[in-house]
């Protein structure tokens, strides 16, 4: 985390990120996967960003629903339940839920103090 406020880095990353989805949008609405016609790589390379940027950065993946049945098809593989357990997490959903929200408090305090 930044020790100041950068409003065009946080813009920048937010739209480099929305880019990035529509991207992917554009492959998966009318595909399963994002290489050939079966689990690959490619899948498996992609999935942690996109799965976690909505929890990091408070977006909606309904906005891309091809990238959200993609997310959802890989989360319900039973591998990859595993794996998202080793090691095992050191928070529970909420507890990660309330660390971004914290984090997120903190980024708009900056703002507020830049400010005056």
């Given at each position: 985390m930044a020790k100041v406020r950068s409003d065009y880095a946080i813009e920048r990353y937010l739209t480099e990120t929305k880019r990035l989805y529509s991207v992917l949008e554009s492959r998966l609405a009318?595909?399963?996967?994002?290489?050939?016609?079966?689990?690959?790589?490619?899948?498996?390379?992609?999935?942690?960003?996109?799965?976690?940027?909505?929890?990091?950065?408070?977006?909606?993946?309904?906005?891309?629903?091809?990238?959200?049945?993609?997310?959802?098809?890989?989360?319900?593989?039973?591998?990859?339940?595993?794996?998202?357990?080793?090691?095992?997490?050191?928070?529970?959903?909420?507890?990660?839920?309330?660390?971004?929200?914290?984090?997120?408090?903190?980024?708009?305090?900056?703002?507020?103090?830049?400010?005056?």
């Amino acid at each position: 985390m930044a020790k100041v406020r950068s409003d065009y880095a946080i813009e920048r990353y937010l739209t480099e990120t929305k880019r990035l989805y529509s991207v992917l949008e554009s492959r998966l609405a009318s595909h399963d996967w994002l290489a050939g016609d079966k689990y690959t790589l490619a899948d498996i390379a992609n999935y942690s960003w996109v799965s976690s940027s909505p929890r990091l950065l408070n977006l909606d993946l309904a906005e891309w629903p091809g990238v959200n049945r993609w997310v959802e098809r890989i989360s319900a593989r039973e591998q990859v339940k595993k794996g998202l357990n080793v090691p095992p997490p050191t928070r529970t959903p909420d507890q990660e839920k309330e660390l971004f929200a914290s984090m997120r408090a903190k980024i708009a305090a900056m703002e507020n103090t830049d400010k005056h």
